[in-house]
């Protein structure tokens, strides 16, 4: 009955897409896995968090939307250029914010740099989508808040930029500044 469910939800589409998921490199998966996600996410294979990213944008429905917080390595990473062309094909980012390191209480170092986003499954890649930098400020969560409560008075730079700018640099990075 568990498999069945599983299945009713990984083939249903859906409106609204949100996930923090799980963060593995290719190094640390077991060899079913590895040969699992490079079979069926051949572009997104380098660590399954990627893998989730192209899969539940292929889960959300036309005009839907996919709101994730996951590592940033896809958006500059050389190894996730495949991937990030084919998600900046098929999706538009609404909003980002660039939350570096530090942005976990719980996690200390420079060893886990995130990144939260909302993509629609629609609109076109000249629109305007808004990007947050809070790589460098302490007190991410409450300067994230005043910012999307007031974007003219919130502390962190904010940028508004078309998607379709990324495509100008020849490995298409996520580079809104």
Same mark, same amino acid.
């Given at each position: 009955?568990?498999?069945?469910?599983?299945? #009713? $939800?990984?083939?249903?589409?859906?409106?609204?897409? /949100?996930?923090?998921?799980?963060?593995? !490199?290719?190094? =640390? %998966?077991?060899?079913?896995?590895?040969?699992?996600?490079?079979?069926?996410?051949?572009?997104?294979?380098? #660590? $399954?968090?990627?893998?989730?990213?192209?899969?539940? /944008?292929?889960?959300?429905?036309?005009? !839907?939307?996919? =709101? %994730?917080?996951?590592?940033?390595?896809?958006?500059?990473?050389?190894?996730?250029?495949?991937?990030?062309?084919? $998600?900046?094909?098929?999706?538009?980012?609404?909003?980002?914010?660039?939350?570096?390191?530090?942005?976990?209480?719980?996690?200390?170092?420079?060893?886990?740099?995130?990144?939260?986003?909302?993509?629609?499954?629609?609109?076109?890649?000249?629109?305007?989508?808004?990007?947050?930098?809070?790589?460098?400020?302490?007190?991410?969560?409450?300067?994230?808040?005043?910012?999307?409560?007031?974007?003219?008075?919130?502390?962190?730079?904010?940028?508004?930029?078309?998607?379709?700018?990324?495509?100008?640099?020849?490995?298409?990075?996520?580079?809104?500044?």
């Amino acid at each position: 009955i568990k498999g069945v469910q599983l299945l #009713d $939800l990984l083939t249903g589409r859906y409106d609204v897409v /949100t996930t923090n998921p799980p963060y593995m !490199g290719g190094w =640390s %998966m077991g060899d079913g896995l590895l040969t699992s996600v490079k079979e069926l996410f051949p572009k997104a294979s380098n #660590d $399954l968090y990627a893998c989730f990213i192209q899969r539940c /944008t292929e889960l959300t429905r036309i005009s !839907g939307i996919t =709101s %994730m917080i996951t590592q940033q390595t896809f958006m500059f990473t050389s190894r996730y250029f495949d991937m990030r062309v084919q $998600l900046l094909s098929s999706v538009r980012i609404r909003t980002l914010a660039h939350l570096g390191a530090h942005a976990f209480e719980d996690i200390s170092g420079e060893k886990v740099n995130t990144v939260m986003f909302a993509v629609q499954k629609s609109g076109t890649p000249e629109a305007l989508g808004t990007y947050i930098d809070l790589t460098d400020l302490p007190g991410k969560a409450s300067i994230l808040r005043e910012t999307a409560a007031d974007p003219e008075v919130g502390r962190a730079p904010r940028f508004l930029v078309a998607q379709s700018q990324f495509r100008s640099v020849s490995s298409w990075p996520i580079a809104y500044w």
